[in-house]
């Protein structure tokens, strides 16, 4: 199965969140684009029902199926978690809490994530160790 994360590129804390995957990712195998970055804009256009969202987007892809799933917000975190693995798994407890609620206190973080973390004018360039697991930097 692959495995693309979309996220906000001009995001301060999604930034900081990819570089942190990235330290613990022990398999190698997601790969990254921002959302605003053409490939970001192919799945949109793929999936209509992600037009309006700038939240994390992970997109699961079946090469043999040609089938394409998406995940958004806390669906998308927690998949990130448990892609990860480890300890990182015990944050899977917040499975038991209903979308919803999840969504909501993710929304309201989202909210003010530009006031706290910042926002960059462009999408920063990953460095070259990992720049192929980048699609379409932008």
């Not at 906000?8 to 613990?24: A, E, K, P, S, W």
């Not at 460095?127 to 932008?138: L, T, Y």
Request: hydrophobic share 45%; net charge positive.
């Amino acid at each position: 199965m692959n495995q693309v994360l979309l996220y906000d590129g001009v995001c301060g804390f999604c930034n900081q969140m990819v570089q942190m995957i990235l330290r613990h990712d022990r398999r190698g195998t997601l790969r990254f684009a921002a959302l605003q970055s053409a490939y970001g804009e192919a799945i949109k256009t793929r999936h209509p029902q992600l037009n309006n969202i700038d939240s994390v987007v992970l997109v699961e892809s079946s090469p043999d199926a040609n089938q394409e799933r998406v995940f958004i917000r806390s669906a998308a975190a927690l998949r990130v978690v448990a892609y990860l693995g480890g300890w990182w798994k015990l944050l899977l407890v917040f499975h038991v809490l209903p979308r919803p609620v999840r969504d909501f206190f993710y929304d309201l973080f989202a909210r003010y994530r530009y006031r706290l973390f910042g926002k960059h004018d462009s999408c920063p360039v990953p460095s070259p160790e990992v720049r192929a697991r980048f699609i379409d930097s932008m």
